[in-house]
């Protein structure tokens, strides 16, 4: 067969167990499965023929285990198997067959071949050349398609998991149960070294059968996950087989992203193609893409070449399904490229490999399967991780279309990239009918390859099966070893799963109709109302999911009338299976509270998505108090449930109990490391923890000193948040907030958050984008730790970053704010930069002045405007007389203003003119007289005096005043953050 998984089992047997199992894995490999379950000992394991070996006639035998016994067929198979393994008796003569381990081993076979001969016949065909259900079941259960039907449905029910159903008409899943019952057996786990990867198998496929993710099915499969992926990529090689560690890697990468964790998928998927030393790039090529096209553009294309590929071009007579061609009046079948590279933002040229810059993208060498797998699960998880929108889908189809357009050597591999390239062209005008109708080809050939069998679904047998294209015939198609090799890592879809993305895909293009035909003949009820709700008909939707809920009105199911009757009966008694997600799919139609409790009732407090949905309702009606209960009780079945913990923690930070919400928000970030919101709101529920306190003992006296306190964490979250979300100016004026919250103040992430502020709204709201207050705290730390009364701005460090900051990001947007001026100019001054900073202070006293009003509003605004007009003389008689430092009469021995005197004493007088009518007299009237008669009859020697001590003087201010500063946004910290946060329900 190929599949990696036979020489691993080989691998691990003992010689004498090899050469007797050897039949038996050559079987399995060439997918002779029917072989395998008739051989004698396995007719004895299904109860088709009686044990007469050697047995201890004190021990009761295999045959009185009867039939009836067992609610299940798999539970009396899981009896019969452990009689079969515990009633032998060893000793040193006893051949290999007849010993424990052999019989282990061959049990094991059976179940590897069962879950081959499942996907077959629901995943990758071709048809079985065997009836399961007479193969493996008892007489009993296949005397009629009735008693069939009936007991496949209990096998059915019995996958069950936390309240979510598998498929009510999967087929052939005896198949299915048969493979389970034997690798849960406690001597097979045991013993056998590959039952743990065959065991994560059927759990991953039993996952996949199910609607939703069951959680405790999720935890078997990562159990599994760690003890295999310890025995494949530990540092000691066990195993010593081709491309064991890259077939468990890209399997592992499948199941990770069913599960969500794209990131670690694509982790994964980068060190298989290490493994495999596979050399790939998206890059850019000049080309054209439609037939009118006259002037060439950059069209994206993926280079790719396997380290073991030689040849160009498709291989000849490989099988394959039809490709369909495009058949467009505009677009080409393929991108017409020119022969040399272009330069291009994700791989130019010169960054490219010789290995690829040397290859003809026109012609490129077939790939290694493994290759196109990996390149596939890219294409995937890139559709995961991004929007659904026209640019991911354009990054997408470059990895699908290298697969197809070198040909891929493997039947499924070769389906899988139609299947991939039909996604996304199922979103474009002019691709969505091939898209459309690959999609329906695809689904064509997998119901007709694995349906047309002896027995169909739940044993309707000679299903009359239609296709788009001619079915396959004999020769055209490939074996079912080829099929199945590759079949984990590309987590093919079933037959049913392609009918209904089909139906979906019908729905997009507005063919309600149609989906609702194919979701009826599956009787996929839940889907069918969620299409009627998503088309606005809730009536229908609701009618849909009652009818299985319920009885009819009167009582009478076949009297009813389909179109008009409401269901509005008892509650059918037993429930169907899938009963917990129908109710919570009418409470969301009907906002009905009472259904999701109904869900949580009846599947046995299983069903997390019960609880989330009356969680959301809670919080939607702001009571967090339950909205909390209940996300915690979802959480306790699910804990790997990512927007449960982001809601849970939302609703922690509403009841204000924080250090539930840091835990929870904690938990999110463990599981999704790059969600922005949740980092941003644990932060904020950081902000309100107190500081860790930590006794220290001294002369016998305790008290509390602060270590590791919240606020430094807070930071961290926050730039964490800022770097995700690196155009969220929020999330920016959080980490500015904080950064000068904290003790020391971060002074460097000051720095950059304005900055980056700035750039965000600086174009929209001007000077309201800088904080005034921390801008005034980082001059005056600057101002503090230089020893002179001057300094470099141009030598590396923070004085440098502020000035960069000052100079292009905020003195541009400085409109009418005096503070900020005076700002700048501090900073002028101990700089050496007296006309700038004489200038920073005309410029604020004229906008003080230039407010509506003032010298006829209240005293506040006129006692402003005094204290910046005595503030602008001190600048005057401090700075005018200095020698200018800068411009073009730097050294010239030009001053700074040589009519100084006349412009303070000119400022003044304008400020008392104004307010003569309103304030003359007051307090600020005679400061500013004072103050103009002192600009009068001053001599050169106490104008030097003065000068020195005002700066002295502003010096000592600008250092008194910088704890307060720190004080006024410490306090101011914590009520901001609680209210700045983004809700992700």
């Known amino acids: 067969m190929g599949d990696v998984f036979i020489p691993f089992i080989r691998s691990s047997l003992p010689d004498e167990l090899a050469s007797v199992l050897h039949d038996q894995l050559q079987k399995l490999e060439n997918g002779d499965f029917l072989a395998i379950f008739q051989h004698p000992d396995v007719q004895v394991l ?125 087929p052939n899943i005896e198949l299915f149960c048969l493979a389970e019952t034997i690798l849960i057996c406690p ?118 070449r396997s380290a073991s590929s030689e040849t160009n071009g498709a291989s000849a007579g490989i099988l394959k399904p039809r490709n369909l061609d495009l058949n467009d009046d505009t677009l080409l079948e393929s991108i017409s490229f020119t022969e040399k590279p272009s330069s291009t933002e994700i791989n130019d040229e010169s960054s490219l490999p010789p290995s690829l810059a040397s290859l003809d993208p026109s012609n490129q060498p077939l790939l290694d399967p493994l290759d196109s797998v990996i390149l596939l699960s890219l294409a995937s998880s890139i559709t995961n991780t991004n929007p659904a929108d026209g640019l991911t889908r354009e990054e997408t189809v470059p990895y699908a279309n290298r697969v197809l357009d070198g040909g891929s050597s493997n039947w499924q591999v070769y389906t899988q990239a139609l299947l991939v390239r039909s996604r996304t062209e199922g979103y474009r005008s002019r ?90 003949r599956l009787e996929m009820w839940a889907e069918a109302a969620l299409c009627w709700a998503a088309t606005d008909k809730e009536d229908r939707a609701r009618k849909v999911v009652r009818r299985q809920l319920f009885h009819a009105t009167n009582s009478d199911d076949s009297m009813a009338d389909l179109e008009e009757e409401k269901w509005e009966g008892a509650a059918r008694n037993p429930p169907p299976e899938e009963a917990p997600r129908l109710y919570c799919i009418l409470g969301d139609i009907d906002k009905d509270m009472e259904m999701y409790e109904k869900a949580w009732e009846i599947s046995h407090k299983r069903y997390a998505r019960a609880q989330r949905s009356l969680g959301r309702q809670y919080f939607s009606q702001q009571d967090y108090t339950k909205a909390a209960e209940a996300y915690s009780m979802s959480l306790k079945i699910n804990a790997l449930n990512h927007s449960s913990w982001f809601t849970l923690g939302c609703a922690y930070l509403e009841l204000q109990q924080f250090m539930k919400a840091v835990e929870a928000f904690s938990r999110c970030v463990q599981l999704e490391d790059e969600d922005a919101e949740a980092w941003s709101n644990l932060a904020a529920a950081l902000l309100h923890l107190r500081p860790k306190p930590k006794d220290d003992f001294d002369a016998g006296n305790t008290t509390e000193r602060v270590t590791n306190h919240p606020r430094q964490d807070a930071l961290k979250a926050f730039k964490r948040a800022a770097a995700l979300k690196h155009d969220n100016s929020r999330i920016w004026s959080n980490v500015l907030t904080v950064a000068a919250s904290t003790n020391p103040p971060s002074y460097t992430d000051i720095v950059n958050a304005q900055r980056r502020i700035c750039e965000l709204r600086g174009s929209t709201d001007g000077e309201k984008c800088v904080d005034e207050d921390i801008l005034d705290l980082l001059v005056r730390h600057i101002v503090q730790e230089e020893e002179s009364s001057s300094f470099d701005v141009s030598r590396p460090g923070l004085p440098r970053l502020a000035n960069e900051l000052i100079e292009k990001h905020i003195k541009p947007l400085i409109t009418m704010s005096p503070k900020l001026w005076i700002i700048l100019s501090t900073l002028y001054i101990h700089t050496n930069r007296p006309s700038s900073a004489l200038e920073a202070h005309e410029k604020a006293w004229r906008a003080a002045t230039s407010q509506p009003k003032w010298e006829s509003g209240t005293e506040a605004q006129w006692n402003s405007v005094v204290n910046q007009t005595i503030d602008l003389v001190d600048a005057y008689e401090s700075l005018g007389p200095r020698e200018r430092t800068e411009g073009l009469s730097e050294g010239s021995g030009a001053l700074v203003a040589k009519d100084w005197r006349f412009k303070a004493r000119s400022a003044v007088r304008s400020v008392l003119g104004k307010g003569r009518d309103v304030w003359e007299g007051g307090d600020g009237w005679e400061r500013l007289s004072g103050r103009l008669e002192g600009l009068k009859g001053r001599d050169s020697s106490f104008e030097e005096n003065k000068r020195t001590g005002m700066y002295k003087g502003r010096k000592a201010q600008l250092l008194e005043r910088q704890n307060e500063l720190h004080v006024v946004i410490l306090r101011r910290t914590r009520p901001e953050m609680s209210t700045g946060r983004e809700f992700l329900l």
């Open 46 to 170: 299904l109860g088709h023929r009686d044990d007469t070996g050697d047995i201890n006639l004190k021990d009761p035998t295999v045959g009185d285990l009867a039939l009836t016994d067992f609610v299940l067929w798999s539970d009396y198979v899981f009896h019969r198997l452990g009689f079969v393994l515990s009633r032998r008796r060893e000793n040193e003569g006893t051949p290999p067959q007849e010993t424990a381990a052999y019989r282990q081993h061959l049990y094991f076979i059976v179940a590897v071949a069962s879950l081959y001969a499942f996907l077959q016949s629901t995943v990758t065909g071709p048809p079985l050349s065997f009836d399961s259900a007479e193969v493996l079941l008892p007489k009993a259960y296949t005397s009629s398609k009735q008693a069939l039907s009936s007991y496949r449905g209990e096998l059915i029910s019995s996958l069950t998991v936390d309240g979510v159903a598998a498929y009510k008409l999967t």
């Open 187 to 304: 001597p097979i786990q045991k013993n056998i070294e590959a039952s743990t990867w065959a065991r994560l198998r059927v759990n991953f496929l039993h996952q996949r059968l199910l609607s939703e993710i069951a959680p405790s099915l999720q935890t078997s499969i990562y159990d599994d996950l760690d003890a295999l992926g310890s025995v494949v990529l530990g540092p000691e090689l066990k195993h010593n087989i081709d491309n064991l560690r890259a077939n468990f890697l890209l399997e592992r990468a499948a199941i990770h992203m069913h599960h969500g964790f794209d990131k670690r998928a694509r982790a994964d998927l980068d060190q298989a193609a290490t493994e495999r030393k596979f050399e790939f790039a998206l890059t850019g090529l000049m080309g054209k893409r439609t037939r009118f096209q006259e002037k060439e553009t950059s069209q994206l294309l993926v280079l790719a």
């Open 431 to 520: 691709t969505m009918e091939r898209g459309l109708l690959q999609l329906q080809a695809l689904v064509d050939q997998v119901i007709a390859e694995t349906t047309n069998s002896p027995t169909a679904a739940n044993g309707e047998s000679n299903q009359q099966v239609t296709s788009f294209l001619p079915k396959a015939k004999d020769g055209e198609s490939a074996p079912v070893e080829e099929r199945l090799r590759y079949i984990f890592a590309l987590c093919s879809p079933s037959r049913w799963e392609l009918e209904a993305e089909l139906a979906a895909r019908w729905v997009h293009v507005g063919g309600l109709r149609s989906a609702l035909e194919i979701y009826e």
